[in-house]
């Protein structure tokens, strides 16, 4: 069993740029998979980007290139996603989640999720 626990998130103005951590719990091994994924009300859940629990071979969307790194710190057990100029659009709440076996944009191909954590953007 894996538990998330993601923070970070806040009221931030457009330009500012915000941290998003993800900290694992429970058995995680080095082959899962973890994915960020954002969601406004009304809309489908959507995927920014993911990371191998090594840190290796991260991928993003399309509206994440650019300005969001993801990255991981296996002696802390936390997934980060780096948020740079952020925009109004980004506005939404932020998940993350895991996997076993390669990389998905596909929420439901994730087992494990975290409760999420709120980021507004401000213009």
């Known amino acids: 069993q894996v538990q998330l626990v993601e923070s970070g998130g806040g009221l931030v103005q457009a330009g500012d740029s915000l941290r998003l951590s993800c900290v694992g719990s429970g058995q995680i091994f080095g082959f899962y998979v973890f994915g960020w994924f954002r969601e406004v009300p009304g809309k489908e859940r959507e995927f920014v980007g993911g990371i191998h629990w090594s840190g290796a071979s991260p991928r993003y969307a399309d509206s994440a290139k650019g300005r969001f790194t993801i990255s991981s710190d296996n002696s802390k057990r936390t997934v980060y996603l780096h948020m740079n100029s952020l925009k109004p659009e980004d506005t939404a709440k932020y998940y993350c989640?895991?996997?076993?076996?390669?990389?998905?944009?596909?929420?439901?191909?994730?087992?494990?999720w975290g409760q999420g954590t709120q980021v507004t953007v401000s213009s």
């Open positions: 989640a895991c996997r076993v076996g390669t990389h998905s944009s596909y929420p439901g191909h994730y087992n494990y």
